[in-house]
């Protein structure tokens, strides 16, 4: 049965929830297998410290980030997402003091692999932009196959094979940019209403201010914030790759009345023609199939619609 859930994030403060955290310069490499493992399967998010990804960088996406979204409307729609089009990729907005409406505005576009990069949507002003989101993919993408790594062995098998069942070299990365201003009516709005995420997995940075929450124990949860952090989340396709081993987490973001948040998800989504589904070598005569196999885009069209998947 579906638990109730609160509807009404901005009526109280709410506990802060400290996620596991998972040091990565730990030199015990079982050690920190076990760690992402063990987070992934009762949590579905977790921070990662001592990632390798540089701080000065992450500074630097921060700040063109922030560049971009406080250019004129204009600048901005020069990137903005084309009218009728079916992808994701472009600008934008969706700032209304409606009851129920989201309070945000987005850059969405694919960063990986260089064949499904379209540039028409990555923006040439501030003029370090595209140069900083190039350096910052190949550190993402760095991270995020040492975790689909982790992942893979906790479920017995080789390194690779989430990122194989993902798509492997053919597997897409996703930058975000959101933007939640300060929205002077909080009570009507959410920043992102309540999901678990569609694709593999999200690598995630923030400006500091928080917002996102989860739900875990029937209730949910302010995620703490730690300022070298990085945040990652499982999302459906891992789930399902997993058989259901590694739990795709259910959250939200709530916008505040005085100040600006951002957050840079990165997106690690699977080829659109890959088939989703448990990875046969997990599949037994004790451990069957929960989840029946599907391409990744009729999966995410059968999502999107809110249509029976399995």
């Known amino acids: 049965m579906e638990v109730e859930r609160d509807q009404r994030p901005h009526t109280a403060s709410l506990m802060a929830e400290t996620i596991p955290v998972v040091d990565l310069s730990n030199l015990d490499e079982e050690q ?13 998010i977790f921070h990662v410290v001592n990632h390798g990804i540089p701080m000065d960088l992450i500074g630097r996406l921060k ?12 600048e901005k729609n020069a990137v903005a997402k084309q009218a009728g089009s079916k992808d994701f990729e472009g600008y934008t907005t969706n700032l209304k003091y409606v ?20 540039l028409t949507y990555w923006p040439n002003n501030p003029p370090q932009y595209r140069e900083v989101i190039a350096e910052y993919t190949k550190e993402t993408k760095k991270l995020s196959e040492r975790v689909l790594g982790y992942l893979s062995e906790g479920l017995g098998l080789p390194r690779e094979a989430l990122l194989q069942g993902l798509g492997g070299e053919s597997t897409e990365y996703v930058m975000r ?23 593999g997995i999200a690598i995630i940075v923030t400006n500091g201010v928080s917002g996102l929450q989860i739900f875990k124990d029937d209730r949910w949860f302010d995620v703490h914030y730690i300022p070298t952090a990085i945040t990652v989340n499982i999302g459906d396709q891992i789930l399902r790759l997993s058989n259901g081993k590694y739990k795709n987490v259910l959250h939200r973001a ?11 998800p990165v997106f690690v989504d699977a080829n659109p023609d890959v088939v989703i589904g448990p990875l046969p070598e997990l599949i037994t005569e004790d451990s069957p199939a ?21």
């Open 254 to 264: 709530i916008v505040d009345k005085e100040k600006q948040r951002m957050s840079w």
């Open 99 to 118: 009851k129920g409406e989201v309070w945000t505005e987005n850059l969405f576009h694919r960063i990986w692999p260089p064949s499904c990069i379209n």
């Open 32 to 44: 920190v297998s076990r760690a992402v493992v063990k987070a992934s399967e009762e949590w579905g």
């Open 177 to 199: 940019i959101n933007n939640y201003p300060p929205d002077p009516k909080p009570e009507l709005t959410l920043g992102v209403p309540e999901h678990t995420d569609i694709i």
């Open 290 to 310: 929960m989840f029946k196999p599907i391409t990744c885009k009729d999966f995410k069209y059968r999502r999107l619609l809110k249509l029976p998947v399995d």
């Open 63 to 74: 700040e063109v980030g922030a560049q971009f979204f406080h250019l004129p409307e204009k």
